[in-house]
């Protein structure tokens, strides 16, 4: 039973979350609410079972069952809409008793007597059960007690098949001049994709290929989200509904989905408030081309250039067939790397080879395989090693089932434990391999701890294949109330701790990492994603649709409406009306395109518990039904219009906030209503462009305050007209600022900048203008002690700075990242670095910048550890003082000249020779040989 620790921690959320924020509660309902909470809460330690007995898994239902009941009849009446009479109005202001009060102390006298009843009956099996299977684990939230350290930096490495990677390393880079189409075949699980992506990465491969692009295909593909991603890799910006050059970095900023950046060319003058807007057609117009033209793109994009594609996960020939023809024949030497599942597919695929089978795992290298997985070395402990060798075997060389069998071991520490799990992998030796990988898959997520098995089951709300991003993820899981509430601080810590324990375990898979080496997304394998989506509705947890489906009066009713979460996929990008009659629907996440013909027909408004609301594409206008969703915490909805006075004055539960613009430079500054100050559980705030009114005033002892969101920790979207005192003071305790506008934006406010100082805590700042192409200065940066005094991460994006405020940004004394990104300074002929400056950066990312030199005295960065240089054309070298540097690991060049990565590259072997130092590593991507052709 995975969701009765979810079901029983929301409550104790709930219940806490009333407490705070409800104003007209009196006295006994707060008393009765703290001894509901601590009663509830006093369950938590009878839940951390794995007992599979009949008589627990009915009582864990009922406490699931009473959990949720009580938590709905609670929230129900709380948020209950109450006409504000005057009566009401008189009865509130003198805490005097109305019959709403009677009925909720009725509802909480009646919640409490039947937690008392489940509990004497947890208790009773308890002193009942001599093997105390009730207790067995003991795990503690703050990390596994394992015989192991972590395990995440593994999580893509590859073992074994060495003589296989070297045939394929002379098939890639042979001298066939044709283009070639390589298939690898083999069942899921047996580590296709984990090869290709080794292959991808070899540096003998990637400084062969002048291109490299890697899609995921799966079962149910999307061909314009694939065009989309091939033309990125190949470096082509394709200015439609994936992101722009400022998009992109807005998303990678904050890790979640959103934002269309400014796509097109703007035109003289931009808008200006005065003049008309673009026509809804216009619009349209410029967010979308039609596949035929993106594929169009992409073939003029390879000319000329040898490329590498990698097709991962191809399940038909009628989807190699819709998209072959995107990879020209230019007889350079190009070639196709694609895995399957299916060996008709391969063989259909292939040219001229056969495919290639992927074989198993030789014993040896299925023993390396589990120790690295299960103890983060080679030696297993000589008191496991008899029954590790056993598991081992009985795994037949398949790796995700090794990996996922050592990962549940590795939180084990007796050798009872591990005999059970033994036991229970050998009991599947007679089954066919994807039947014992699957129950396997079973056996892993039935040895996870309560407090993990709901987590993990969410990733089924996401579509298969898709890479997850993390910050995203722990929103959600927060917002669902899977997390014991101990304050908001240290919230999100304990969640990515959580996500650190699934990755140990090898369910989870780590995708993108951000500079400082933080994990940016994260995925899991289509085998794991199966199992969640069958152990979630099994549970009667989630439902998911790929195709409209309406329940509401008088159609045709599906079960969604006992279902918690409600994932809809995309099918054709788009979907007519749906609506669902699920009273109990706590989340509802859409991933299709909205039709302007379906956005009011939604019945957004059928939702009345809905927590979760995710309108991931485009949704026309925004929905004016959101604001009868009072119990919403996390609401991201993606907007091509928005009225300027979001209807949002509700939502007073809301701890996520996000709504990008399609196109931020071509629409009206979005603004927020003056009720924004009192969303006192407001933590993240994020769009395009966005105006917050001052927050009020409060007088105390005859000095002037204004009121603060003490949990807000970032906001993004802030135009400059909002950097004031009073609005800094309101967001003080902001750990993450963005501040997004137009060119005229910054103009009409040229010192906004000079407040900063006010935000204490402030320690990563993005400053992005929508402002593309070459422009003359609008923007300067104040003195080093404006600035914030604990910042860490500076990010400028299209801002076109003088070369002059590099000295200011060089001051900062705590900076410890900073990311320039296209034209953030005003082209030039070089940058020149002197003195001691920069004294605690530590990561460095050049990106799209127009400097032909670097220069920089031996004394500068002393601490620098990355250098990151992206598509910088005209960067011939870097700066050879690097050469003493004793702290730089790392230099990563991409889409840059050979003369820089010849520099890189002297810098490392000068290290070598000099300073006998082997840690610094050099990697070049897709390296320009000539000048791409442009459209």
């Not at 899977?482 to 959580?498: D, N, Q, R, W």
């Not at 990008?573 to 706590?586: A, D, E, Q, V």
């Not at 927590?611 to 969703?629: A, C, G, I, M, N």
């Amino acid at each position: 039973m995975a969701t009765v620790y979810a079901a029983v921690t929301s409550l104790m959320g709930t219940i806490q979350l009333i407490s705070q924020s409800t104003s007209d509660l009196q006295e006994d309902h707060k008393e009765h609410l703290k001894l509901l909470y601590d009663k509830v809460g006093s369950m938590l330690e009878f839940l951390d079972t794995n007992s599979d007995d009949e008589p627990m898994r009915d009582l864990l239902k009922k406490v699931k069952d009473v959990a949720h009941k009580v938590e709905d009849e609670v929230e129900s009446h709380i948020w209950r809409g109450d006409h504000k009479t005057l009566l009401k109005i008189l009865q509130r202001v003198f805490h005097l008793p109305t019959k709403a009060h009677e009925r909720l102390l009725k509802i909480l006298q009646r919640a409490i007597e039947e937690v008392d009843s489940v509990k004497e009956e947890l208790n009773k099996l308890k002193d009942n059960n001599n093997n105390n299977n009730m207790r067995a684990g003991n795990f503690s939230l703050g990390g596994s007690s394992s015989p192991r350290l972590h395990v995440s930096t593994l999580e893509n490495n590859m073992v074994g098949h060495n003589i296989e990677q070297e045939l394929m390393r002379g098939q890639l880079t042979g001298h066939s001049s044709q283009l070639e189409v390589i298939s690898i075949a083999g069942m899921g699980g047996i580590g296709k994709s984990t090869f290709a992506k080794r292959m991808f990465n070899d540096p003998s491969i990637v400084s062969f290929f002048d291109v490299r692009g890697w899609v995921t295909v799966s079962k149910d593909y999307n061909l314009r989200k694939m065009l989309l991603s091939l033309l990125q890799d190949a470096g082509v910006n394709a200015e439609l509904d994936k992101k722009s050059d400022i998009g992109e970095h807005r998303e990678e900023e904050e890790g979640e989905g959103g934002g269309g950046g400014g796509g097109g060319q703007e035109e003289e003058g931009n808008l200006k408030k005065k003049k008309k807007k673009i026509s809804d057609v216009q619009l349209a117009n410029r967010m979308q081309k039609s596949d035929g033209e993106l594929a169009d793109r992409l073939q003029k994009s390879l000319k000329g250039r040898r490329y590498l594609i990698v097709v991962d996960d191809i399940w038909s020939t009628e989807a190699w067939d819709e998209f072959r023809l995107w990879f020209p024949e230019y007889n350079n030497r190009s070639r196709i790397l694609l895995t399957t599942r299916d060996i008709k597919v391969a063989q259909y695929a292939s040219y001229p080879r056969d495919p290639s089978p992927m074989r198993f795992l030789k014993p040896e290298e299925s023993w390396t395989l589990f120790c690295q997985k299960a103890f983060d070395q080679k030696v297993c402990p000589i008191e496991f090693e008899n029954i590790a060798r056993e598991v081992v075997k009985n795994c037949n060389g398949l790796p995700l089932m090794i990996s996922v069998v050592a990962g549940a071991l590795s939180s084990k520490r007796t050798v009872d434990e591990w005999r059970k799990v033994a036991q229970s992998v050998s009991s599947l030796v007679n089954l066919d391999d994807y039947q014992r990988c699957s129950r396997v898959l079973a056996l892993s997520y039935n040895h996870l701890p309560s407090h993990l098995k709901a987590c993990f089951l969410y990733f089924g709300v996401f579509p298969k294949a898709s890479e997850i991003s993390v910050k995203k993820l722990i929103r959600l899981w927060v917002a669902e109330g899977f997390l014991e509430l101990k304050g908001f601080e240290g919230l999100e810590k304990v969640a990515t701790s959580l996500l650190s324990n699934l990755i140990d375990k090898s369910l989870v898979v780590v995708g993108k990492r951000s500079l400082n080496d933080k994990i940016k997304t994260c995925r899991i394998h289509d085998l794991l994603h199966d199992f969640c989506l069958r152990e979630a509705e099994n549970e009667n947890l989630l439902y998911v649709t790929e195709t409209p489906v309406t329940t509401y009066e008088g159609s045709r009713k599906v079960s969604s409406q006992v279902r918690r979460w409600v994932s809809v996929y995309p099918k054709d990008g788009r979907f007519s009306p749906i609506h669902f009659n699920c009273r109990k629907t706590r989340s509802l996440l859409v991933y299709s395109y909205i039709t302007e013909h379906s956005r009011s027909k939604l019945g957004l408004d059928h939702f009345k518990r809905l927590r979760v609301l995710q309108l991931e594409k485009s949704w026309y206008e925004f929905p004016s039904e959101v604001v009868h969703l009072v119990a919403l915490r996390y609401l991201s909805v993606k907007v091509s219009r928005s009225p300027q006075d979001l209807p949002i004055f509700n939502l007073m539960n809301l701890q996520t906030f996000i709504f990008p613009q399609n196109m931020p430079e071509y629409q009206e500054v979005i603004y927020l209503p003056s009720e924004i100050w009192e969303m006192s559980q407001l933590r993240h705030l994020r769009s395009t462009r966005m105006y917050l009114y001052s927050p009020p005033p409060m007088v105390s002892d005859n000095e002037v305050k204004y009121r603060a969101l003490e949990n807000l920790q970032s906001v993004c979207g802030l135009i400059p007209g909002c950097c004031t005192k009073e609005i800094f003071e309101g967001i003080k305790k902001v750990k993450k600022l963005g501040i997004y506008g137009t060119k005229d934006d910054f103009n009409s406010e040229p010192r906004c900048l000079e407040n900063l100082m006010d935000l204490h805590e402030l320690e990563a700042l993005t400053i992005v203008s929508y402002r593309k192409f070459n422009s003359n200065t609008f923007l300067s940066l104040p003195c080093p002690g404006s600035f914030p005094p604990n910042l860490k991460k500076l990010t400028l994006c299209c801002t076109f700075l003088l070369w002059k405020d590099m000295t200011i940004v060089s001051m900062l004394p705590k900076l410890e990242v900073l990311q320039l990104r296209n034209n953030a300074f005003v082209p030039n002929i070089g940058w020149k670095v002197t003195e001691m400056q920069f004294p605690k950066l530590k990561f460095l990312l050049l990106e799209q910048l127009n400097i032909k030199y670097w220069r920089a005295t031996d004394d500068c960065f002393p601490c620098l550890e990355r250098i990151i240089i992206r598509n910088c054309r005209f960067l011939i070298e870097i700066p050879q003082e690097f050469a003493d540097s004793m702290t730089l690991q790392l230099i990563e060049l991409h889409q840059c000249y050979p003369s820089l990565v010849n520099s890189a590259e002297l810098i490392q072997k000068e290290q070598l020779e000099s300073l006998g130092n082997n840690m610094l590593k050099v990697y070049a991507f897709d390296t320009i040989k000539w000048r791409i052709w442009e459209e």
